[in-house]
């Protein structure tokens, strides 16, 4: 199982995340971005709100939306830090 460490905005639907074992990916969302949760996403200024919350290891909005890091994870490709 993956944790997120980190969490920064790169642009549209895109972030970069820095996970447990150290390793940076980034991930785009705007192909996952279904659902009554995640409609507010689809605005680019809520999407920049982004933040990791430590308790429950992922990245969450303001609206509660978060996905599973493992989810992101396996979406996610390798950048160099």
Same mark, same amino acid.
């Given at each position: 199982?993956?944790?997120?460490?980190?969490?920064?905005?790169?642009?549209?639907?895109?972030?970069?995340?820095?996970? /447990? +074992? +150290? !390793?940076?990916?980034? $991930? =785009?969302? /705007?192909?996952?971005?279904?659902?009554? $949760?995640? !409609?507010?996403?689809?605005?680019?200024?809520?999407?920049?709100?982004?933040?990791? +919350?430590?308790?429950?290891?992922?990245? $969450?909005?303001? +609206?509660?939306? =978060?996905?599973?890091?493992?989810?992101?994870?396996?979406?996610?490709?390798? $950048?160099?830090?």
């Amino acid at each position: 199982m993956h944790w997120i460490k980190d969490v920064n905005y790169i642009e549209k639907y895109r972030l970069k995340l820095k996970f /447990e +074992n +150290n !390793e940076v990916k980034e $991930v =785009d969302l /705007e192909k996952h971005l279904n659902g009554t $949760v995640f !409609e507010p996403l689809k605005d680019i200024n809520f999407f920049k709100k982004v933040s990791l +919350n430590s308790d429950i290891d992922t990245i $969450v909005w303001p +609206n509660n939306a =978060d996905y599973s890091p493992d989810f992101l994870y396996k979406i996610g490709k390798p $950048v160099n830090n």
